[in-house]
């Protein structure tokens, strides 16, 4: 099938990510074996890649039962309790938290200490919404749906943050919302700039190509995000999670097709697919 095929150069992983990864591989390439609380990334393929060099990943259960081993944290970070739990049990942690993602527990921890109600606008069960909350003790609101305001009694005063990867106008649109019902807001933008300025350059990307084929993990918020950002602007987009679900039927002869992807889609991943739709 005779198809130009072009990646996005702004696709790819974030900081964050990268850090994570480099990390994890110059322990894997010295020792060999190392383990990883949750999926280093949300990728599954990345995870297999890493896997084969011997990183091992366990769950917090797992976490609870080892001593004296070494741990990398991901990107997304954790609560206090797993540093506590760190100490008890003297596990080595290699701490690969975002900075991003730090900066934002901190400022949650500060609001909790200072008896702000606070409000965190984010996926329900999501490691680095866990570590947001965690800084509350649990105690702070946690919303992924505008529809799920109705099961509070809410505040007349609240702080809101926001998972750093949610999409900005959805963060808006809760604000809005929240101010609608009288609630007085003290606003915090939380969001990553790497992943918000995205998602300005993605639509741009989008409009220029027949068909959009976007890449990223089937756990991946931020691919969520993204993925609607392309359709929205391009209604040909398709989601792959990997280059063995592409169909030829959504290609027609001299398409031009733009492939993007994730903040937490490896470079190698979208260059196999493109690999893969030149052969089809």
Known sequence: MNVKVEIDNNSGFCFGVVFAIQMAEGILDEEGKLYCLGDIVHNDEEVARLKAKGLQIINHDD??????????????GEPPETYKIALENHIELVDASCPVVLK???RVREAYNDDEKIMIFGKHGHAEVKGLAGQTNGEAIVIETFDELDKY???KNLKLFSQTTKSTKKLFGLKAELESRGIEVDFNDTLCRQVSNRDIQLRD??????KIV???GVKSSNGKVLYDVCKEHNSNTFFISSKDELQKVWFDENDSIGICGATSTPQWQMEEVKEALLAL
């Open 153 to 155: 009694d809410l505040p």
């Open 214 to 216: 976007f890449v990223a």
């Open 104 to 106: 934002l527990q901190n």
């Open 205 to 210: 990307f989008a409009k220029q190509y027949d």
């Open 63 to 76: 976490f609870k039962s080892i001593h004296g081993e070494k741990v990398l944290i991901r990107a997304h």
